[in-house]
């Protein structure tokens, strides 16, 4: 199938992605060719899971201005990284903007949800994925 501005890129399985031992992605690329996905154009987000390791996943996150995504907590600690646009992290309390180049870790278990607030946002989200408290 080829793929224009105006249809769709079908995105590979991810499995054979993310077996191998080394994975690097241009992040930017790949927010573009998100803003071509369904979700987007139907809900004004979309996220790609690009790494899962056994303890830790990277998700390319990108909303349009003005989406939010709802309050939720991560039972692992989390590191948010702006990418572009602006975007506003509400907890419970305080309110963290981030820019381009601007990095915000999150100790487990404390919620958050993300505002864009000025274009569209791209946000690298790193999360655990073990309980911290157990260990």
Excluded at 83 to 93: A, E, F, K, M, Q
């Amino acid at each position: 199938m080829e793929t224009t501005r105006d249809t769709p890129r079908p995105r590979p399985r991810p499995e054979p992605r993310m077996r191998r031992k080394i994975i690097a992605f241009d992040l930017l690329a790949e927010a573009k060719a998100m803003k071509y996905e369904k979700a987007w154009n139907e809900h004004g987000h979309d996220a790609k899971t690009l790494a899962h390791r056994e303890h830790v996943r990277s998700l390319l996150l990108v909303l349009k201005n003005g989406k939010r995504i709802p309050r939720h907590s991560m039972p692992g600690d989390v590191t948010l990284q702006g990418l572009d646009g602006r975007i506003r992290i509400h907890l419970p309390d305080e309110i963290v903007e981030l820019g381009a180049g601007s990095l915000l870790s999150i100790d487990h278990d404390i919620p958050f949800d993300i505002e864009a607030k000025t274009g569209d946002c791209v946000v690298l989200v790193t999360f655990g994925t073990c309980n911290c408290a157990e260990e």
